[in-house]
């Protein structure tokens, strides 16, 4: 199992518990992330995740090595997310699946945030809806996308939290 852009580990571990007979492995740009991830990982025993400093878009993962990828928020930061996903795809077994969460309205999501820390921090004078974090905010967005870079038979399910 192949969690893209794993932050600090946290769905890496779930999904390594699930998959205890193989191996799960969490990738992500921020090294100090991982370090954390790793620490985290050890004191929990879970001895079956791993963590690869890497970018995901373009990380020469080994071809058809996983069954599955999940990623948690991401995935809406590529450059080119058709590429990126292309790549993702390659990582996948013949009949691997790819899921993932991403936000539906995160300039509703992240003004909520900066508004309950307002006392103690500006906000950002930037637009924070970034293109990145919007990028795969439209279901149909999604699809494309996806389908593009080769992946068949997706789903795209908007959810409230
Ligand atoms: C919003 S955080 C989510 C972290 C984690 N999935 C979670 O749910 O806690 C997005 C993460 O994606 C990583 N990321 C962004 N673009 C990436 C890329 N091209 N390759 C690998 N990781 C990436 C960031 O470094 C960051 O840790």
């Not at 790793?38 to 090595?65: C, I, K, M, W």
């Amino acid at each position: 199992m192949l969690d893209i852009g794993c932050g600090t580990g946290q769905t890496t571990r779930s999904a390594a518990r699930r998959a205890y007979r193989g191996r799960a492995v969490g990738i992500d740009l921020f090294e100090p992330m991982l370090g954390r991830a790793r620490h985290t990982a050890a004191a929990e025993s879970v001895g079956n995740a791993e963590f690869e400093l890497g970018d995901a878009q373009v990380h020469p993962f080994p071809s058809g090595g996983f069954d599955a990828a999940i990623s948690r928020a991401g995935v809406m930061f590529f450059a080119d997310s058709v590429a990126a996903f292309a790549n993702i795809g390659r990582a996948l077994r013949p009949g691997g699946r790819l899921a993932f969460v991403c936000h539906r309205d995160p300039s509703e999501e992240v003004e909520a945030v900066f508004a309950a820390l307002a006392e103690y921090l500006p906000a950002p004078d930037s637009d924070v809806s970034t293109p990145g974090v919007v990028d795969l905010a439209d279901p149909d967005r999604i699809r494309t996308v996806l389908g593009q870079a080769g992946f068949v038979e997706t789903t795209a399910t908007p959810r409230r939290s």
